[in-house]
């Protein structure tokens, strides 16, 4: 893998993939929800990380709301300046997207600056993708599940 090109995730497996130690992506409900695991913030993990991302991002149904759960709940010590740069570009560069992601993170003096970031710096992004964080896996992903049930009546209401 050089340092342009991402990982390959095959949507087809139903296990975590993990790309770089500290960094792995798992599909569920049918390749409708991506969880994305980040346990490393050394900038060679933020990099893949990023790439694998913005590999996703490009390669997704864009008729679909995205719905995204970012697992940092193991991250040591919040995430860097770095990686909310690079996070910061990847929204910036897919303006139209719809969808919700969930970010998970610890309940800790570190969380504090992601849930800010989450919850300020990238609202002025992606109007249309919702973002909240959460503490416990669970309630992330019924929440994501709850974003897919609305969003398949909707498509029923709309052929109807």
Not at 102 to 130: K, P
Request: hydrophobic letters at 40%; aromatic letters at 10%; a negative charge.
């Amino acid at each position: 893998m050089s340092s342009q090109e991402p990982p390959q995730l095959d949507a087809n497996n139903p296990n975590t993939q993990q790309v770089l130690p500290g960094v792995a992506f798992k599909w569920l409900e049918g390749n409708r929800i991506i969880v994305c695991r980040l346990r490393d913030n050394k900038r060679l993990a933020v990099d893949v990380f990023n790439l694998t991302f913005a590999s996703i991002l490009r390669d997704r149904n864009k008729e679909l709301p995205f719905m995204v759960m970012f697992d940092l709940s193991k991250l040591d010590l919040g995430l860097t300046g770095y990686f909310k740069d690079k996070f910061t570009q990847l929204m910036t560069d897919n303006p139209n997207m719809k969808g919700r992601a969930a970010w998970v993170v610890r309940e800790d003096h570190f969380s504090r600056s992601t849930e800010l970031f989450v919850t300020r710096s990238l609202t002025e992004y992606n109007a249309e993708f919702v973002r909240r964080v959460f503490h416990e896996q669970e309630p992330a992903l019924d929440w994501l599940k709850e974003g897919l049930k609305a969003d398949e009546s909707s498509e029923k209401e709309s052929s109807d």
